[in-house]
């Protein structure tokens, strides 16, 4: 019998964001250190606080005298790690830091997943701080990731350039993974500045 399929419409259109939710830039790098290009990615803090504060505490953000972060990862030099048709996968590169199911077990589902969604990695049995995905296509059946993820932001800038980063790394690419010899990276993520 064929998998029956959701009838909800899961599209999501780059846009200007609520001025009231935080705004997030990564900006991504070729060969080390030439631009590629800029992605803004709006944090829905209102609906899944957890998950933000695990992404921002990853981010790592300078702060003066904060000790806890600085002895984190941060997405400062991380590269894409898997890519699919649906997802781009990004990692910090520092290993896997698991946060029990249980820590966010609450917002899983709040927020569903679309083009231009980013979303937190998960295993069986934990979220992995250090590792997130970006959805690029509508094909995979939607519903599963609104059942086992917590998607935290979408992009609100840069969503063709997503698409393009995409396309680009498709020749450094096989069997899923992203091949150590990927010129593309994030150079970092930092607090969109106010315009």
Same mark, same amino acid.
């Given at each position: 019998m064929p998998v029956k399929r959701s009838n909800k419409v899961h599209k999501f259109h780059e846009g200007t964001g609520d001025d009231n939710m935080p705004v997030v830039s990564m900006f991504v790098v070729k060969d080390g250190d030439e631009p590629f290009t800029r992605i803004d990615v709006e944090l829905f803090v209102n609906k899944v606080p957890k998950a933000c504060d695990l992404f921002l505490q990853t981010c790592a953000f300078p702060t003066v005298g904060d000790k806890r972060n600085a002895k984190r990862g941060s997405y400062k030099g991380c590269r894409f790690v898997r890519l699919t048709k649906e997802a781009l996968q990004v990692a910090d590169g520092s290993g896997p830091r698991a946060v029990p199911l249980s820590e966010l077990e609450a917002e899983i589902g709040r927020v569903n997943h679309g083009v231009g969604i980013a979303s937190l990695c998960r295993s069986s049995t934990s979220f992995d701080e250090s590792f997130f995905f970006c959805l690029t296509d509508n094909r995979l059946e939607l519903d599963s990731l609104d059942k086992r993820h917590v998607a935290f &932001?979408? %992009?609100?800038? /840069?969503?063709?350039?997503?698409?393009?980063?995409?396309?680009?790394?498709?020749?450094?690419?096989?069997? &899923?993974? %992203?091949?150590? /010899?990927?010129p593309y990276a994030v150079s970092e993520v930092v607090p969109k500045a106010k315009q």
């Open positions: &932001g979408r %992009v609100t800038g /840069g969503l063709d350039a997503l698409m393009g980063l995409r396309d680009a790394l498709v020749p450094y690419v096989q069997e &899923g993974y %992203v091949i150590v /010899g990927s």
